[in-house]
C-alpha cells in the first residue's frame, strides 16, 4: 500500500501528503502540511475526516462491529458489566480481580453529591426539562469540586473522572425526582451501580423497593452499549471544548447539550414520541408514504457509520425481548407498533436502497419505557452512560503532549470588503 498520496495543485505544484496507517480500519492521509498550499480543505459533516487519533472505540460500519479497547461489543455486553466497561474505557485493559473490586469500591464510595447542590434544583421551574437540568448541574460539579480541577495534575484528572462516573447517576435521579415533586434519594453504596441508579429514581420513604435483577441486567446492558462511540457529535464536543483548556466539568456539559440534539442523543425519545404520534398499527402505512416523500423521518433509523447494521442494535433487541417476556408485555400495542415498523421498513426499497437500518435507540426506548423511565428521562440516560465516554477522550486528549485547540478554518462566502455607510445614506 502507499504510504504517501501525491497532490497536483495550481497545473504543475505537487504536494506529497504522508499516509498513517491504523491498527483497524482504513489509513488516513495526513493533510497537515496541505496548508503550505495556500488553500484549505473543505468536508462540512467530517465526512472524510479524522479528527484525531485515538486508541479508545473502533467502528466498522460495513462490518457492524464496535469494539471498545478491542474488546467486541457483543462480548462485553454479554459477559461484562457497566462498571467493569468503564474500567476498561478509563485505563484502556481488563481490571484484574483486586483492580475491579478497588475500582467499583471507589466508585460507589463517591456517589453522594455536595449538599448544597441540591439546592440548586430549586431554581428551576418543576416542568423542566431533565436535560435542561443536566446541563446546567453537571456544569456546575465545577463550582463544587474546585480541587479537581488542574487538567495538567493527571491526579486531578483520575479524581474528576472518578466524580464524574459517580455522581453522574446521582445527578441524572435528582433531575427526575425534581421533576416528580419527589424527594430525592440518597445513594446505597451496598447496591451495584445500576440497581442504585434504579432505587434512586424509584425507591419513595413509604415504600421497600428491591430493583428486578432481569430489569437491572437490562439497563446495565443499556450503559454498556451507550458507554462510547468513538468521535461522535458530543464526543467531538467534549474534544473541542477540552482542547481550550476548559476544566472536565464544563466539558461534559458541552457534551450533554450536543448530546440532546433529536439527531444524536434525542433519537431514543425521539422513537417514542413518534410511536405515540403514529398511534396505531392502522396509521403506519401513511406514515411511511410521509417518510418517503421527506416529511418526516423515521426516527431510531439510519446512522452516519453503520450503512449494514448496528450491533447495538442487535443486543437491544434481545434485551427488550428479555424485558417484555419479563414484564408480561408482549402485546403492548406500542411495541406491536414498533415491531410493525421495522418489519415495513426492513423490507421497503427506499430504506434498503439508502442502507437504513434500525439503530440502538429503535430499542432502547421501548426497554426504558418498560422500565418505568418516562420519555423525558431517556436522554438523560443515555448522557449517563455517555460519560464515561466522554470523560476518556478528554483524558486521552489532554494527556497527549502534542495536543492542540481545536480551531476550524472555513469557505467564507460571505460580502466582499465594503465601506461602511452612514444611516442617512442608505436605501
Ligand atoms: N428516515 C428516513 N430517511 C432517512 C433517515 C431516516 N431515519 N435517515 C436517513 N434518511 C435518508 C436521507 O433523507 C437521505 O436520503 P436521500 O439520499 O434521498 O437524500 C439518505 O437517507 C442519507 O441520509 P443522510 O441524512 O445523508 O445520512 P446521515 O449519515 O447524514 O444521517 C442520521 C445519519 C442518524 C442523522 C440519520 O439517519 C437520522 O436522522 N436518523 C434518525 C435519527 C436517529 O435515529 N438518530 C440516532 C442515531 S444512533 C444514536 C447515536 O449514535 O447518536
Same mark, same amino acid.
Given at each position: 500500500?502507499?504510504?504517501?498520496?501525491?497532490?497536483?495543485?495550481?497545473?504543475?505544484?505537487?504536494?506529497?501528503?504522508?499516509?498513517?496507517?491504523?491498527?483497524?480500519?482504513?489509513?488516513?492521509?495526513?493533510?497537515?502540511?496541505?496548508?503550505?498550499?495556500?488553500?484549505?480543505?473543505?468536508?462540512?459533516?467530517?465526512?472524510?475526516?479524522?479528527?484525531?487519533?485515538?486508541?479508545?472505540?473502533?467502528?466498522?460500519?460495513?462490518?457492524?462491529?464496535?469494539?471498545?479497547?478491542?474488546?467486541?461489543?457483543?462480548?462485553?455486553?454479554?459477559?461484562?458489566?457497566?462498571?467493569?466497561?468503564?474500567?476498561?474505557?478509563?485505563?484502556?485493559?481488563?481490571?484484574?480481580?483486586?483492580?475491579?473490586?478497588?475500582?467499583?469500591?471507589?466508585?460507589?464510595?463517591?456517589?453522594?453529591?455536595?449538599?448544597?447542590?441540591?439546592?440548586?434544583?430549586?431554581?428551576?421551574?418543576?416542568?423542566?426539562?431533565?436535560?435542561?437540568?443536566?446541563?446546567?448541574?453537571?456544569?456546575?460539579?465545577?463550582?463544587?469540586?474546585?480541587?479537581?480541577?488542574?487538567?495538567?495534575?493527571?491526579?486531578?484528572?483520575?479524581?474528576?473522572?472518578?466524580?464524574?462516573?459517580?455522581?453522574?447517576?446521582?445527578?441524572?435521579?435528582?433531575?427526575?425526582?425534581?421533576?416528580?415533586?419527589?424527594?430525592?434519594?440518597?445513594?446505597?453504596?451496598?447496591?451495584?451501580?445500576?440497581?442504585?441508579?434504579?432505587?434512586?429514581?424509584?425507591?419513595?420513604?413509604?415504600?421497600?423497593?428491591?430493583?428486578?435483577?432481569?430489569?437491572?441486567?437490562?439497563?446495565?446492558?443499556?450503559?454498556?452499549?451507550?458507554?462510547?462511540?468513538?468521535?461522535?457529535?458530543?464526543?467531538?464536543?467534549?474534544?473541542?471544548?477540552?482542547?481550550?483548556?476548559?476544566?472536565?466539568?464544563?466539558?461534559?456539559?458541552?457534551?450533554?447539550?450536543?448530546?440532546?440534539? &433529536?439527531?444524536?442523543?434525542?433519537?431514543?425519545?425521539? #422513537? %417514542?414520541?413518534? =410511536?405515540?404520534?403514529?398511534? $396505531?398499527?392502522?396509521? *403506519?402505512?401513511?406514515?411511511?408514504?410521509?417518510?418517503?416523500?421527506?416529511?418526516?423521518?423515521?426516527?431510531?433509523?439510519?446512522?452516519?457509520?453503520?450503512?449494514?447494521?448496528?450491533?447495538?442494535?442487535?443486543?437491544?433487541?434481545?434485551?427488550?425481548?428479555?424485558?417484555?417476556?419479563?414484564?408480561?408485555?408482549?402485546?403492548?400495542?406500542?411495541?406491536?407498533?414498533?415491531?410493525?415498523?421495522?418489519?415495513?421498513?426492513?423490507?421497503?426499497?427506499?430504506?434498503?436502497?439508502?442502507?437504513?437500518? &434500525?439503530?440502538?435507540?429503535?430499542?432502547?426506548?421501548? #426497554? %426504558?419505557?418498560? =422500565?418505568?423511565?418516562?420519555? $423525558?428521562?431517556?436522554? *438523560?440516560?443515555?448522557?449517563?452512560?455517555?460519560?464515561?465516554?466522554?470523560?476518556?477522550?478528554?483524558?486521552?486528549?489532554?494527556?497527549?503532549?502534542?495536543?492542540?485547540?481545536?480551531?476550524?478554518?472555513?469557505?467564507?462566502?460571505?460580502?466582499?470588503?465594503?465601506?461602511?455607510?452612514?444611516?442617512?445614506?442608505?436605501?
Amino acid at each position: 500500500m502507499a504510504n504517501k498520496v501525491t497532490l497536483t495543485y495550481n497545473g504543475d505544484q505537487t504536494i506529497e501528503l504522508p499516509v498513517l496507517p491504523g491498527t483497524l480500519g482504513p489509513s488516513v492521509v495526513d493533510i497537515r502540511a496541505f496548508s503550505k498550499t495556500g488553500m484549505f480543505t473543505f468536508d462540512p459533516g467530517f465526512l472524510a475526516t479524522s479528527s484525531c487519533e485515538s486508541k479508545i472505540t473502533f467502528i466498522d460500519g460495513d462490518e457492524g462491529q464496535l469494539y471498545y479497547r478491542g474488546y467486541p461489543i457483543e462480548q462485553l455486553a454479554e459477559h461484562s458489566d457497566y462498571l467493569e466497561v468503564c474500567y476498561v474505557l478509563v485505563y484502556g485493559e481488563l481490571p484484574n480481580a483486586a483492580q475491579k473490586v478497588e475500582f467499583e469500591k471507589t466508585v460507589m464510595k463517591h456517589t453522594m453529591v455536595h449538599d448544597q447542590l441540591t439546592r440548586f434544583f430549586n431554581g428551576f421551574r418543576r416542568d423542566a426539562h431533565p436535560m435542561a437540568m443536566m446541563v446546567g448541574v453537571v456544569g456546575a460539579l465545577s463550582a463544587f469540586y474546585q480541587d479537581s480541577l488542574d487538567i495538567n495534575d493527571p491526579e486531578h484528572r483520575k479524581v474528576a473522572i472518578y466524580r464524574l462516573i459517580s455522581k453522574i447517576p446521582t445527578i441524572a435521579a435528582m433531575c427526575y425526582r425534581y421533576n416528580q415533586g419527589l424527594p430525592f434519594n440518597y445513594p446505597k453504596n451496598e447496591l451495584s451501580y445500576t440497581a442504585n441508579f434504579l432505587h434512586m429514581m424509584f425507591s419513595t420513604p413509604c415504600e421497600n423497593y428491591t430493583p428486578n435483577p432481569v430489569l437491572v441486567r437490562a439497563l446495565d446492558r443499556i450503559f454498556t452499549l451507550h458507554a462510547d462511540h468513538e468521535q461522535n457529535a458530543s464526543t467531538s464536543t467534549v474534544r473541542l471544548a477540552g482542547s481550550s483548556g476548559a476544566n472536565p466539568f464544563a466539558c461534559i456539559a458541552a457534551g450533554i447539550a450536543c448530546l440532546w440534539g &433529536p439527531s444524536h442523543g434525542g433519537a431514543n425519545e425521539a #422513537v %417514542l414520541k413518534m =410511536l405515540d404520534e403514529i398511534g $396505531s398499527v392502522d396509521n *403506519v402505512p401513511a406514515f411511511m408514504e410521509g417518510v418517503k416523500a421527506k416529511t418526516h423521518k423515521l426516527m431510531g433509523f439510519g446512522h452516519r457509520v453503520y450503512k449494514n447494521f448496528d450491533p447495538r442494535a442487535k443486543i437491544m433487541k434481545q434485551t427488550c425481548d428479555e424485558v417484555l417476556n419479563e414484564l408480561g408485555l408482549r402485546d403492548d400495542p406500542q411495541f406491536q407498533l414498533a415491531m410493525k415498523l421495522e418489519e415495513i421498513a426492513l423490507s421497503d426499497p427506499y430504506f434498503i436502497e439508502r442502507k437504513l437500518y &434500525p439503530n440502538v435507540d429503535f430499542y432502547s426506548g421501548i #426497554v %426504558l419505557t418498560a =422500565l418505568g423511565i418516562p420519555v $423525558s428521562m431517556f436522554t *438523560v440516560i443515555f448522557a449517563l452512560a455517555r460519560t464515561v465516554g466522554w470523560i476518556s477522550h478528554w483524558n486521552e486528549m489532554i494527556s497527549d503532549p502534542g495536543m492542540k485547540i481545536g480551531r476550524p478554518r472555513q469557505l467564507y462566502t460571505g460580502a466582499k470588503r465594503r465601506d461602511y455607510v452612514a444611516v442617512t445614506d442608505r436605501k
